[in-house]
């Protein structure tokens, strides 16, 4: 994936988000979209505070074909290589969802990702597009998130301990469905529960 991996960590670090247009090829964007492992099941309709439609499917990143780990490598190994001196380590990511997005059904409303989820969470559209928005700080930044494009966010407590992920929502497709694929790493461990800041509390009985 050739893009500015200084401009993205930068953004990273100054506004919580970074969006590379374009960064993956037509064939890359096919190798991952095939590697959806299935069987598809339909979100729920409400899961927290959002509201969303749509099917997903995943496995932990370790499961996943040698491509899909590749570009989740390259992701974080690509951000960590300029991350400033004293920066915690950036996680490899442990889990990988995909989602379908039909043509007017396929959504989620504004939410922050959950606070198990820290390191960055990375966001490939592989066929479609749809509009993505965002609000950083006081703004709010709008785009249409097409086939090859990612957005990586920051999750829970990296690059900082205050650090979270910044509010976005995607709005459905209108003419012909998007794929999504999303790296992302749970604190608590591949396909964990990640409503929560650390499971652990919570088997010891506190």
Same mark, same amino acid.
């Given at each position: ?67 899909? +780990? ?15 001196? /004293? ?24 939410? +922050? ?48 301990? /205050? ?20 790296? +992302? ?17 919570? +088997?010891?009985?506190?």
């Amino acid at each position: 994936m050739r893009c500015d991996w200084a401009q993205a960590t930068r953004s990273l670090f100054d506004d919580g988000w970074a969006r590379l247009a374009g960064v993956l090829d037509d064939d890359l964007a096919g190798r991952l979209a095939a590697a959806a492992p299935g069987p598809w099941e339909a979100l729920p309709p409400e899961e927290g505070v959002v509201r969303q439609g749509g099917f997903t499917c995943g496995a932990a990143f370790d499961d996943t074909p040698a491509i899909v +780990r590749r570009v989740g490598d390259e992701i974080t190994a690509s951000l960590a290589a300029h991350c400033p001196d /004293g920066t915690p380590d950036l996680p490899r990511f442990n889990e990988v969802n995909w989602g379908r997005n039909p043509p007017g059904a396929g959504f989620i409303t504004a939410h +922050r990702d959950p606070p198990g989820y820290g390191g960055v969470i990375a966001v490939a559209t592989l066929t479609g597009q749809a509009t993505f928005r965002l609000w950083s700080g006081s703004r709010a930044f709008a785009w249409e998130a097409a086939a090859g494009d990612l957005v990586i966010l920051t999750g829970k407590g990296w690059p900082t301990a /205050g650090a979270r992920s910044p509010v976005h929502e995607a709005e459905p497709p209108v003419d012909a469905e998007r794929l999504v694929m999303t790296f +992302r790493y749970n604190r608590n461990g591949a396909g964990a529960e990640y409503f929560v800041e650390e499971a652990a509390h919570l +088997r010891r009985g506190r």
